[in-house]
Nanobody, 121 residues
């Protein structure tokens, strides 16, 4: 039973923009928090942005602060990540997650999507 489905990844030139979407199942969207993570080859999964579903509180990793924006559409149970000023080092598999812990630490999440690839050249 799929709970989270990411889309919107692709290839873009440095300096460009992409918007990732995450379609959440009804029960997944009921978790306290949702977030975006990424995993680069040979690296640990890194927390990028977190949003508290019950309000508007957000948290960003320093590496993306000012460039990435997390948002939600409650009418569609969708989560988004607007990514601007992309850099080659942003190349990674990007994951949507939902869980009880509003943290950039992956342990706070118990539902994960399958990921969408972003390549910046």
């Amino acid at each position: 039973h799929v709970q989270l489905v990411e889309s919107g990844g692709g290839s873009v030139q440095a300096g460009g923009s992409l918007t990732l979407s995450c379609a959440a199942g009804r029960y997944t969207y009921k978790r306290n928090c949702m977030g975006w993570f990424r995993q680069r080859p040979g690296k640990d999964r890194e927390g990028l942005a977190v949003l508290w579903i019950g309000g508007a509180t957000t948290t960003y990793a320093d590496s993306v602060k000012g460039r990435f924006t997390i948002s939600k559409d409650n009418t569609k149970n969708n989560l988004y990540l607007q990514m601007n000023s992309l850099k080659p080092e942003d190349t990674a598999m990007y994951y949507c997650a939902a869980g009880p812990g509003c943290t950039l630490y992956r342990g706070g999440y118990d539902y994960w999507g399958q990921g969408t690839q972003v390549t910046v050249s």
